[in-house]
Protein backbone atom coordinates (compact mmCIF):
# COMPACT_ATOMS: atom_id res chain seq x y z
CA UNK A 1 0.00 0.00 0.00
CA UNK A 2 1.61 3.50 -0.93
CA UNK A 3 2.27 6.25 2.09
CA UNK A 4 -0.23 8.51 3.60
CA UNK A 5 -0.82 11.97 2.90
CA UNK A 6 1.98 14.18 2.87
CA UNK A 7 -0.11 16.79 3.66
CA UNK A 8 -0.73 15.28 6.47
CA UNK A 9 2.59 14.71 7.62
CA UNK A 10 3.50 18.04 7.30
CA UNK A 11 0.87 19.67 9.13
CA UNK A 12 1.04 17.28 11.97
CA UNK A 13 4.69 17.78 12.49
CA UNK A 14 3.96 21.54 12.93
CA UNK A 15 5.09 22.84 9.66
CA UNK A 16 3.23 25.66 8.24
CA UNK A 17 1.83 24.32 5.12
CA UNK A 18 1.92 25.74 1.50
CA UNK A 19 -0.87 24.08 -1.00
CA UNK A 20 -1.30 25.14 -4.48
CA UNK A 21 -4.29 24.55 -7.41
CA UNK A 22 -4.36 22.99 -10.41
CA UNK A 23 -7.76 23.73 -12.85
CA UNK A 24 -7.98 20.66 -15.15
CA UNK A 25 -8.51 21.29 -18.93
CA UNK A 26 -11.99 22.16 -20.80
CA UNK A 27 -10.64 18.63 -22.97
CA UNK A 28 -8.31 15.81 -22.40
CA UNK A 29 -5.02 17.69 -23.16
CA UNK A 30 -2.69 16.07 -20.36
CA UNK A 31 -0.15 18.70 -21.33
CA UNK A 32 -1.80 21.41 -19.69
CA UNK A 33 -1.74 19.78 -16.73
CA UNK A 34 2.01 18.77 -16.75
CA UNK A 35 2.74 22.23 -17.75
CA UNK A 36 1.11 23.50 -14.81
CA UNK A 37 2.61 21.27 -12.40
CA UNK A 38 6.18 21.79 -13.31
CA UNK A 39 5.68 25.24 -11.80
CA UNK A 40 4.17 23.90 -8.61
CA UNK A 41 6.54 21.07 -8.28
CA UNK A 42 8.80 21.22 -5.00
CA UNK A 43 7.09 24.22 -4.37
CA UNK A 44 3.75 23.17 -2.61
CA UNK A 45 3.09 20.42 0.09
CA UNK A 46 0.15 19.58 -2.37
CA UNK A 47 -2.11 20.68 -4.59
CA UNK A 48 -6.33 20.89 -5.35
CA UNK A 49 -7.10 19.16 -8.73
CA UNK A 50 -10.80 20.94 -9.07
CA UNK A 51 -14.15 19.13 -9.86
CA UNK A 52 -15.88 21.12 -12.57
CA UNK A 53 -15.02 24.23 -10.73
CA UNK A 54 -17.92 26.99 -11.64
CA UNK A 55 -20.26 24.19 -13.14
CA UNK A 56 -17.97 23.96 -16.37
CA UNK A 57 -17.63 20.86 -17.93
CA UNK A 58 -13.59 19.93 -17.36
CA UNK A 59 -11.41 16.96 -16.97
CA UNK A 60 -12.52 14.96 -13.93
CA UNK A 61 -10.61 15.69 -10.25
CA UNK A 62 -9.94 11.87 -10.35
CA UNK A 63 -7.89 12.05 -13.30
CA UNK A 64 -6.26 14.86 -12.98
CA UNK A 65 -5.16 14.00 -9.63
CA UNK A 66 -3.39 10.85 -11.15
CA UNK A 67 -1.26 13.06 -13.80
CA UNK A 68 -0.53 15.45 -10.72
CA UNK A 69 0.59 11.82 -8.81
CA UNK A 70 2.46 11.56 -12.37
CA UNK A 71 4.47 14.36 -11.88
CA UNK A 72 5.42 14.00 -8.52
CA UNK A 73 2.72 16.36 -6.62
CA UNK A 74 0.28 15.09 -3.95
CA UNK A 75 -2.88 15.70 -5.36
CA UNK A 76 -6.09 17.00 -3.24
CA UNK A 77 -9.21 15.37 -4.89
CA UNK A 78 -12.47 17.23 -5.30
CA UNK A 79 -15.48 15.43 -5.01
CA UNK A 80 -18.69 17.98 -5.38
CA UNK A 81 -22.01 16.73 -4.50
CA UNK A 82 -23.70 18.32 -6.89
CA UNK A 83 -22.71 15.28 -9.43
CA UNK A 84 -23.12 12.36 -8.54
CA UNK A 85 -25.08 10.21 -5.71
CA UNK A 86 -23.70 8.18 -2.71
CA UNK A 87 -23.16 5.29 -4.44
CA UNK A 88 -21.18 6.96 -7.36
CA UNK A 89 -19.13 8.55 -4.49
CA UNK A 90 -17.84 5.70 -2.40
CA UNK A 91 -17.05 4.02 -5.80
CA UNK A 92 -15.18 7.12 -6.35
CA UNK A 93 -13.37 7.61 -3.42
CA UNK A 94 -12.46 3.63 -3.19
CA UNK A 95 -11.04 3.78 -6.72
CA UNK A 96 -9.04 7.66 -6.20
CA UNK A 97 -7.39 5.51 -3.11
CA UNK A 98 -6.70 2.72 -5.13
CA UNK A 99 -4.60 4.61 -7.58
CA UNK A 100 -2.66 6.32 -4.80
CA UNK A 101 -4.97 9.59 -4.29
CA UNK A 102 -4.66 10.39 -0.39
CA UNK A 103 -6.24 13.77 -0.09
CA UNK A 104 -9.90 14.43 -0.51
CA UNK A 105 -11.56 17.66 -0.51
CA UNK A 106 -15.90 17.70 0.28
CA UNK A 107 -17.61 20.07 -1.42
CA UNK A 108 -21.27 20.92 -2.56
CA UNK A 109 -20.04 22.52 -5.88
CA UNK A 110 -21.15 25.47 -7.63
CA UNK A 111 -25.11 25.30 -8.55
CA UNK A 112 -25.11 23.98 -12.38
CA UNK A 113 -27.38 26.73 -13.39
CA UNK A 114 -24.15 29.35 -13.42
CA UNK A 115 -22.12 26.43 -15.66
CA UNK A 116 -22.17 25.81 -19.48
CA UNK A 117 -25.18 23.28 -18.78
CA UNK A 118 -27.48 25.14 -16.70
CA UNK A 119 -30.33 22.45 -17.56
CA UNK A 120 -28.52 19.43 -15.93
CA UNK A 121 -29.96 17.85 -13.09
CA UNK A 122 -28.41 18.53 -9.82
CA UNK A 123 -27.95 15.15 -7.81
CA UNK A 124 -27.24 16.69 -4.12
CA UNK A 125 -28.08 13.03 -2.73
CA UNK A 126 -25.85 14.09 0.27
CA UNK A 127 -24.89 17.35 1.29
CA UNK A 128 -20.60 18.24 2.42
CA UNK A 129 -21.14 17.96 5.49
CA UNK A 130 -22.75 14.63 5.28
CA UNK A 131 -20.18 13.44 2.59
CA UNK A 132 -17.08 14.19 5.03
CA UNK A 133 -19.05 11.63 7.41
CA UNK A 134 -19.54 9.23 4.77
CA UNK A 135 -15.51 9.70 4.07
CA UNK A 136 -14.64 9.45 7.75
CA UNK A 137 -17.00 6.57 8.28
CA UNK A 138 -15.52 4.90 5.51
CA UNK A 139 -11.76 5.19 6.44
CA UNK A 140 -12.38 4.75 10.64
CA UNK A 141 -15.35 2.08 10.66
CA UNK A 142 -14.56 0.40 7.64
CA UNK A 143 -17.85 0.48 6.21
CA UNK A 144 -19.95 1.77 3.52
CA UNK A 145 -22.71 4.40 4.27
CA UNK A 146 -25.35 1.36 3.49
CA UNK A 147 -23.27 -0.63 6.78
CA UNK A 148 -21.72 -3.38 4.57
CA UNK A 149 -18.51 -4.07 5.66
CA UNK A 150 -15.15 -2.84 3.57
CA UNK A 151 -11.90 -5.23 2.66
CA UNK A 152 -9.48 -2.35 2.58
CA UNK A 153 -10.36 0.65 4.08
CA UNK A 154 -9.45 4.10 2.02
CA UNK A 155 -7.05 6.14 4.73
CA UNK A 156 -7.99 9.44 2.96
CA UNK A 157 -6.98 12.91 4.50
CA UNK A 158 -10.49 14.44 4.86
CA UNK A 159 -10.10 18.20 3.81
CA UNK A 160 -13.59 20.48 3.57
CA UNK A 161 -14.26 24.39 2.66
CA UNK A 162 -15.44 27.18 4.58
CA UNK A 163 -16.34 31.14 3.70
CA UNK A 164 -15.47 32.91 6.39
CA UNK A 165 -16.98 35.90 4.34
CA UNK A 166 -20.45 34.00 4.18
CA UNK A 167 -23.77 35.79 5.69
CA UNK A 168 -24.91 36.21 8.20
CA UNK A 169 -21.20 35.92 9.18
CA UNK A 170 -22.59 34.66 13.46
CA UNK A 171 -23.34 31.48 12.20
CA UNK A 172 -19.89 30.98 9.46
CA UNK A 173 -17.76 29.44 12.84
CA UNK A 174 -21.21 27.02 13.77
CA UNK A 175 -21.26 25.46 9.99
CA UNK A 176 -17.51 25.47 10.45
CA UNK A 177 -17.81 23.24 14.06
CA UNK A 178 -20.15 20.81 11.80
CA UNK A 179 -17.50 20.22 9.44
CA UNK A 180 -15.56 19.64 12.55
CA UNK A 181 -17.22 17.38 14.18
CA UNK A 182 -18.45 14.93 11.12
CA UNK A 183 -14.99 14.35 11.11
CA UNK A 184 -12.96 16.68 8.54
CA UNK A 185 -9.39 16.90 8.89
CA UNK A 186 -8.24 20.21 7.28
CA UNK A 187 -10.12 23.17 6.24
CA UNK A 188 -9.53 25.31 3.15
CA UNK A 189 -11.03 28.82 2.92
CA UNK A 190 -12.57 30.89 0.41
CA UNK A 191 -10.31 33.77 -1.23
CA UNK A 192 -9.54 35.78 1.51
CA UNK A 193 -9.29 39.08 0.95
CA UNK A 194 -10.90 41.08 3.64
CA UNK A 195 -8.30 40.42 6.31
CA UNK A 196 -10.36 41.92 9.26
CA UNK A 197 -13.08 40.21 8.78
CA UNK A 198 -11.11 36.69 8.92
CA UNK A 199 -8.91 37.54 11.90
CA UNK A 200 -12.56 37.92 13.76
CA UNK A 201 -13.55 34.43 12.45
CA UNK A 202 -9.98 32.58 13.66
CA UNK A 203 -10.97 34.17 16.60
CA UNK A 204 -13.77 32.86 16.44
CA UNK A 205 -12.95 29.44 15.75
CA UNK A 206 -10.28 29.69 18.88
CA UNK A 207 -12.44 30.67 21.12
CA UNK A 208 -14.88 27.83 20.22
CA UNK A 209 -11.80 25.21 20.43
CA UNK A 210 -12.13 24.33 16.61
CA UNK A 211 -8.38 24.98 16.13
CA UNK A 212 -7.23 22.63 18.02
CA UNK A 213 -9.74 20.37 16.52
CA UNK A 214 -8.76 21.05 12.93
CA UNK A 215 -6.43 22.89 10.05
CA UNK A 216 -7.31 25.57 8.85
CA UNK A 217 -5.44 26.19 5.73
CA UNK A 218 -6.27 30.16 4.74
CA UNK A 219 -7.16 30.71 0.94
CA UNK A 220 -5.29 33.42 -0.96
CA UNK A 221 -5.24 34.58 -4.38
CA UNK A 222 -2.93 37.37 -5.79
CA UNK A 223 -4.92 39.50 -7.69
CA UNK A 224 -3.74 39.99 -11.10
CA UNK A 225 -5.39 43.24 -12.10
CA UNK A 226 -7.56 46.26 -11.31
CA UNK A 227 -10.62 44.62 -13.25
CA UNK A 228 -9.93 41.32 -11.96
CA UNK A 229 -10.95 42.92 -8.11
CA UNK A 230 -14.10 44.96 -9.30
CA UNK A 231 -15.44 41.60 -11.17
CA UNK A 232 -14.63 39.18 -7.90
CA UNK A 233 -15.76 42.24 -6.14
CA UNK A 234 -19.54 42.11 -7.80
CA UNK A 235 -20.17 38.88 -9.21
CA UNK A 236 -18.35 36.59 -7.34
CA UNK A 237 -20.94 35.36 -4.18
CA UNK A 238 -19.21 34.41 -0.90
CA UNK A 239 -16.13 36.98 -2.10
CA UNK A 240 -15.07 40.07 -0.21
CA UNK A 241 -13.21 42.04 -1.57
CA UNK A 242 -12.62 45.64 0.48
CA UNK A 243 -12.53 48.74 -1.33
CA UNK A 244 -8.79 49.41 0.02
CA UNK A 245 -7.76 46.56 -2.13
CA UNK A 246 -8.91 48.47 -5.04
CA UNK A 247 -7.79 51.52 -3.99
CA UNK A 248 -4.31 50.24 -3.44
CA UNK A 249 -4.17 48.80 -6.79
CA UNK A 250 -5.27 51.67 -8.25
CA UNK A 251 -2.65 53.40 -6.88
CA UNK A 252 0.38 51.84 -8.57
CA UNK A 253 1.35 52.14 -12.53
CA UNK A 254 -1.10 49.75 -14.60
CA UNK A 255 2.39 47.77 -15.60
CA UNK A 256 2.97 47.21 -11.81
CA UNK A 257 -0.66 46.20 -10.94
CA UNK A 258 0.13 42.39 -10.78
CA UNK A 259 2.91 42.65 -8.97
CA UNK A 260 1.07 44.58 -6.65
CA UNK A 261 -1.11 42.17 -6.35
CA UNK A 262 1.36 39.32 -5.28
CA UNK A 263 3.03 41.81 -3.08
CA UNK A 264 -0.76 41.83 -0.87
CA UNK A 265 -0.61 38.27 -1.09
CA UNK A 266 2.59 37.90 0.26
CA UNK A 267 2.06 40.34 3.14
CA UNK A 268 -1.47 38.35 4.26
CA UNK A 269 0.60 34.75 3.83
CA UNK A 270 3.57 36.52 6.19
CA UNK A 271 0.54 37.68 8.79
CA UNK A 272 -0.98 33.98 8.33
CA UNK A 273 2.58 32.58 9.24
CA UNK A 274 1.55 34.32 12.90
CA UNK A 275 -2.10 34.18 13.02
CA UNK A 276 -3.22 32.03 15.94
CA UNK A 277 -5.50 29.05 14.52
CA UNK A 278 -4.29 28.92 10.83
CA UNK A 279 -1.87 26.04 10.09
CA UNK A 280 -1.12 27.08 6.42
CA UNK A 281 -1.96 28.92 3.25
CA UNK A 282 -3.54 27.25 0.30
CA UNK A 283 -3.04 29.45 -2.74
CA UNK A 284 -5.36 29.58 -5.64
CA UNK A 285 -3.34 31.15 -8.32
CA UNK A 286 -6.11 30.81 -10.83
CA UNK A 287 -4.55 30.48 -14.12
CA UNK A 288 -1.72 32.17 -12.76
CA UNK A 289 0.00 28.58 -11.92
CA UNK A 290 3.36 30.01 -13.70
CA UNK A 291 3.92 32.88 -11.06
CA UNK A 292 3.61 30.29 -7.79
CA UNK A 293 7.29 29.74 -7.61
CA UNK A 294 8.01 33.70 -7.70
CA UNK A 295 5.30 33.82 -4.59
CA UNK A 296 6.27 30.58 -2.57
CA UNK A 297 9.95 32.75 -2.80
CA UNK A 298 8.67 36.10 -2.28
CA UNK A 299 6.47 34.95 0.65
CA UNK A 300 9.87 33.09 2.33
CA UNK A 301 7.61 29.53 2.31
CA UNK A 302 10.83 27.15 1.11
CA UNK A 303 11.99 25.33 0.97
CA UNK A 304 9.07 23.01 1.44
CA UNK A 305 9.69 20.49 4.50
CA UNK A 306 10.35 16.64 3.77
CA UNK A 307 8.81 14.56 6.10
Request: aromatic content about 6%; overall charge neutral.
Amino acid sequence: MKAGSNLEKVLKAGHFAFTGEVGPPRGANVEAIRKKAGFLKGMVDMANMTDNQTAMVRMSSWAGSLILLQEGIEPNYQMVCRDRNRIAMQSDILGAYAHGIRNILCLSGDHQQFGDHPKAKGVYDIDSIQLISVVKKMRDEETFLGGDTLDVAPRMFIGAAANPFGVPFEWRVHRLAKKVAAGADFIQTQCIFNMARMREWVHQANDMGLTEKVYILAGVTPMKSIGMAKYMKSNVPGIDVPDEIITRLQGVEKKLVADEGIKIACEQIEEFKEMKGVAGVHLMPIEWEHRVPEIAERAKVLPRPQV
